[in-house]
Nanobody, 124 residues
């Protein structure tokens, strides 16, 4: 049984920083991609950032230069450091993991394993 558990969301002001964490459990689980998606009210789910097994990182244009994805020391742990947050970053952030190949890394339909989501709210 694979479980993803996120933490670190909250309410901050524009310009502040937050760090999200996601820990994936499952003794035989070896995902290729550890990825963050987000969904704002009334909007479709969108790709935010991913780190692949080669440690290549990928970002949405809207967060490039402000967000940093990284792996933790513990296996299958991933972080999303979010700096210079904007009100438009307000959303529920989801961690996803799976053996996704690079061309599909931004496609949420390719992921079978998801966390429960953590709310990030950025006020003006």
């Amino acid at each position: 049984q694979v479980q993803l558990v996120e933490s670190g969301g909250g309410l901050v002001q524009a310009g502040d920083s937050l760090r999200l964490s996601c820990a994936a459990s499952g003794s035989t689980f070896s995902p290729y991609a550890l990825t963050w998606f987000r969904q704002a009210p009334g909007k479709e789910q969108e790709f935010v950032a991913a780190i692949w097994k080669s440690n290549n990182t990928f970002y949405a244009d809207s967060v490039k230069g402000r967000f940093t994805i990284s792996r933790g020391d513990v296996n299958n742990t991933v972080y999303l450091q979010m700096d210079t947050l904007k009100p438009e970053d307000t959303a529920v952030y989801y961690c996803a993991a799976d053996r996704v190949m690079l061309p599909s890394i931004r496609n949420p339909n390719r992921y079978d394993y998801w966390g429960q989501g953590t709310q990030v709210t950025v006020s003006i």
